[in-house]
């Protein structure tokens, strides 16, 4: 048997190092869900419900002036009968209205009547009246409908009621000052102070002391003396 002694250093080194058994390399189990390297910080959760806004809905826009209907006279008629004459519609407006004053029928380019009929009345009134009166009336037992439509035009409108003149308009300027003036009086005499009212900041006046015989006596001494 051969002794320690006989060997060398390195020979010894290296079978200490292969006596010793390899130590076994466990992994770690990460658990599930949760990443090994967090580089932010997880932000808590806030209690706080959402906030639900609600836009209010855009104020309507301002209707347009209304036109005025007192200067139109024309009324054009929509679905009368193709086979109408134009003396039939002007007879029956007359009688059912009233102041017709011109009819105009539209034909095709066959010269065939449209269905469409222009009546020109004498005044506003009678053309409201057609419109309010006839327009969707049914025709033939309803198989068809009267459409009646008011033509406004604003160039038809009198120059009398576009023009004013201008004695009304100072007349206009004379009654708005004098409101401003009534309502600055009236302003003026509010703020008079009543009578027997105490006026603030008014110093009272002071109480004279009542004089001795002996001061009146004094000062009459020094009248006469």
Known sequence: MSTALDKSLDDIISSQKKARPAKK???????????????KKATP???KKPVVSFKKP????????????????????????????????????????????????TYN??????????????????????????????IDGGSSKLKLELIIDPTKKPLTSRIAPIVQQVAKAKAVQAKKQHANQKGAKAKKPVAGAKVAGAKKPVKQAKKTVEQLDQEMADYFG
């Open 25 to 39: 390399v466990v992994a770690k189990k990460s658990k599930p869900g949760i990443s090994k390297n967090i580089s």
């Open 109 to 138: 380019e066959r010269g065939q009547f449209k269905g469409i009929a222009t009546i020109i009345f004498k005044a506003a009134k009678s053309a409201s009246l057609a419109v309010s009166k006839y327009n969707g009336a049914p």
């Open 58 to 105: 855009a104020a309507p826009a301002p209707a347009a002036n209304t036109l005025d209907a007192s200067y139109a006279t024309k009324v054009v008629v929509h679905g009368l009968p193709k086979d109408i004459k134009l003396d039939a519609i002007k007879d029956f407006f007359q009688s059912q209205v009233g102041g017709v004053q011109n009819i105009a029928l």
């Open 45 to 47: 959760k806030s209690n």
